[in-house]
């Protein structure tokens, strides 16, 4: 076994013990805050037994956090490592899921805060996954509605016609979706 490996496996088993000893909301939120990016990378190792242990892992915090709300994740360091991922890999997956999850669990400060950083890790990725991330950032979308534009933050639509041109389109198939009844 490669020192590497061998580093990789202590380190997710080390995780799993952490993971277990954080009884209380506050204390699997320090868990979450210092380790959950270190935790979707070990999900993509490259040796099968780690990688294995890693999903395993993060299976079990997912059960943990959807019964915690008020626990917050690392969003932001989620966002920024997520450009990085490769589209399909299980790090990219399992980053799209905390996202998700923890996007909403922000403020609505810091959500307006990260949108820029949200729609530049759209860039690049599947159509499916972006919008993904669009649909996540929508109810910030209609807070900036009700604000004046010198409130928003630099979203850079302006600049980017590529992503100018999703983002848009986007809303538009939100808006031709023909109302449920």
């Not at 490769?86 to 959500?111: E, P, T």
């Amino acid at each position: 076994m490669s020192s590497s490996l061998t580093l990789d496996a202590e380190q997710v088993e080390r995780n799993f013990l952490r993971l277990a000893s954080a009884e209380t909301p506050k204390q699997l939120e320090a868990f979450v805050l210092k380790n959950l990016v270190n935790c979707i990378d070990l999900a993509s190792n490259a040796n099968e037994n780690v990688k294995t242990q890693g999903v395993e892992l993060l299976t079990h915090l997912n059960k943990r956090l959807k019964g915690n709300e008020d626990v917050q994740l690392p969003v932001e360091q989620i966002l920024a490592n997520f450009q990085n991922y490769s589209s399909g890999s299980l790090s990219s997956n399992f980053a799209m899921i905390y996202i998700k999850m923890g996007y909403g669990r922000l403020g609505m400060n810091d959500q307006l805060r990260l949108l820029p950083k949200l729609l530049e890790s759209s860039k690049g990725k599947p159509r499916r996954q972006q919008n993904e991330l669009f649909a996540v950032s929508a109810p910030v979308f209609y807070e900036l509605a009700g604000r004046k534009p010198v409130e928003w933050p630099a979203l850079n639509l302006n600049k980017d016609d590529a992503l100018r041109a999703q983002v848009l389109s986007f809303f538009a198939d939100i808006l031709l979706i023909p109302p449920s009844g």
